[in-house]
T-cell receptor, first 112, second 115 residues
Framework: GQQLNQSPQSMFIQEGEDVSMNCTSS?????WLWYKQDPGEGPVLLIA?????ELTSNGRLTAQFGITRKDSFLNISASIPSDVGIYFC????????????FGQGTTLQVKP | DTAVSQTPKYLVTQMGNDKSIKCEQN?????MYWYKQDSKKFLKIMFS???????INETVPNRFSPKSPDKAHLNLHINSLELGDSAVYFC??????????????FGNGTRLTVT
């Protein structure tokens, strides 16, 4: 079945550092989504990518849709303490039902 | 002004009991979902409904029964609760299923603990 593999699983960084995480798939995706989950809350959409090679920014966040359509990257520049949380990549499941397949998540901790 | 709201936020109960989680969305979306997040934070879809009609049932035990009285509500009833049902359950909604630019909006989750 469709799977998304995210890495790294967790990161512990100093405030001000840049962060990079990625997501790879065993199959082609036509859409890549990046969500963030704050403690005790539901995931919130950060960036949506719809075209191979697309590079999209949302403030200090930048995400890219890999040219092979089997991977995506999320970068966070100049991290701040409120960047703490779990970052998930996601892509649509088969069958055009709206179902999302999620990666395992990257837990980010930022030391002030 | 909450978009997707679910109740209760915490639910602690004993094995064998029956419990329900309620979800409501005020976004005017046609499709609603239930996702389960396990102790390793992995998110997996359970069900989805489009305008009160079941679309997805991801091989979930039939102790779990979703009910959608209207397109703004999707409740989850669980019979004969088991220890392995302990997880965080997220309700979500989207405008149209299967459309790339119609991403999911999640509620804040219900943490179910079965003892």
């Amino acid at each position: 079945g469709q799977q998304l593999n995210q890495s790294p699983q967790s990161m512990f960084i100093q405030e001000g550092e840049d962060v990079s995480m990625n997501c790879t798939s065993s199959s082609i995706f036509n859409t890549w989504l990046w969500y963030k989950q704050d403690p005790g809350e539901g995931p919130v959409l950060l960036i949506a990518l719809y075209k191979a090679g697309e590079l999209t920014s949302n403030g200090r966040l930048t995400a890219q849709f890999g040219i092979t359509r089997k991977d995506s990257f999320l970068n966070i520049s100049a991290s701040i303490p409120s960047d703490v949380g779990i970052y998930f990549c996601a892509g649509p499941g088969s069958g055009n039902t709206g179902k999302l397949i999620f990666g395992q998540g990257t837990t980010l901790q930022v030391k002030p | 002004d909450t978009a997707v709201s679910q109740t209760p936020k915490y639910l602690v109960t004993q094995m064998g009991n029956d419990k329900s989680i309620k979800c409501e969305q005020n976004l005017g979306h046609d499709t609603m979902y239930w996702y389960k997040q396990d102790s390793k934070k992995f998110l997996k879809i359970m069900f989805s409904y489009n305008n009160k009609e079941l679309i997805i049932n991801e091989t979930v035990p039939n102790r779990f029964s979703p009910k959608s009285p209207d397109k703004a509500h999707l409740n989850l009833h669980i019979n004969s609760l088991e220890l392995g049902d302990s997880a965080v359950y997220f309700c979500a909604s989207s405008q149209i299923p299967g459309v790339a630019n119609s991403p999911l909006h999640f509620g804040n989750g219900t943490r179910l603990t079965v003892t």
